[in-house]
T-cell receptor, first 113, second 113 residues
């Protein structure tokens, strides 16, 4: 059965700290790995990773994928209170040409001022 | 470009009733996926539609069904509602499904009493 596991489930840090969120997966027919940020309602797209070892960056956020070890990390440097959210990792599998996203449980990140 | 829209945003129903939720994807997107999000189970995939055809389906009972129209708008129907169906229902659109990133709507929060 396809599975995505995120760790930690919850993290509380102080503003300015750097955090690393983890996502490991077991999925057949892997296509890509996606990171989302969910604050109050709908998740918003952060990154899509398809190739191993290539870091994607957006401001203070960066992410990298290791397809050999089946995991990804999301780094946030110089955290701000606005980074407080649930971060979701999802792995895209292709089944009979159809896309299916399998989500992890999420990491609830709290940034204290 | 307008984002994904979902209606209604909030809904209260009683057990045994049925409900229809609507999702309008981003203009030009042809793939619409539906998810159920609950505190206990996280985000779970319901089904994906592309060009009016259901391409993939998650592990939900037959009470959950959907359809997609020629303009890519999609509806999800839940019949014979149960208390456990209370959740945030999210739809996400992507251009082609496959490896294109999904963009989520604001969700419909359904409460079953």
């Amino acid at each position: 059965e396809d599975k995505v596991v995120q760790s930690p489930l919850s993290l509380v840090v102080h503003e300015g700290d750097t955090v690393t969120l983890n996502c490991s997966y077991e999925v057949t027919n892997f296509r890509s790995l996606l990171w989302y940020k969910q604050e109050k309602k709908a998740p918003t797209f952060l990154f899509m990773l398809t190739s191993s070892g290539i870091e994607k960056k957006s401001g203070r956020l960066s992410s990298i994928l290791d397809k050999k070890e089946l995991f990804s990390i999301l780094n946030i440097t110089a955290t701000q209170t606005g980074d407080s959210a649930i971060y979701l990792c999802a792995v895209e599998a292709i089944v009979m040409r159809a896309q299916k996203l399998v989500f992890g449980q999420g990491t609830r990140l709290t940034i204290n001022p | 470009k307008a984002g994904v829209t979902q209606t209604p945003r909030y809904l209260i129903k009683t057990r045994g009733q049925q409900v229809t939720l609507s999702c309008s994807p981003i203009s030009g997107h042809r793939s619409v996926s539906w998810y159920q999000q609950t505190p206990g189970q996280g985000l779970q995939f319901l089904f994906e539609y592309f060009s009016e055809t259901q391409r993939n389906k998650g592990n939900f009972p037959g009470r959950f069904s959907g359809r997609q129209f020629s303009n890519s708008r999609s509806e999800m129907n839940v019949s014979t509602l149960e208390l456990g169906d209370s959740a945030l229902y999210l739809c996400a659109s992507s251009a082609w499904g496959g490896s294109s990133a999904q963009y989520f709507g604001p969700g419909t929060r359904l409460l079953v009493l």
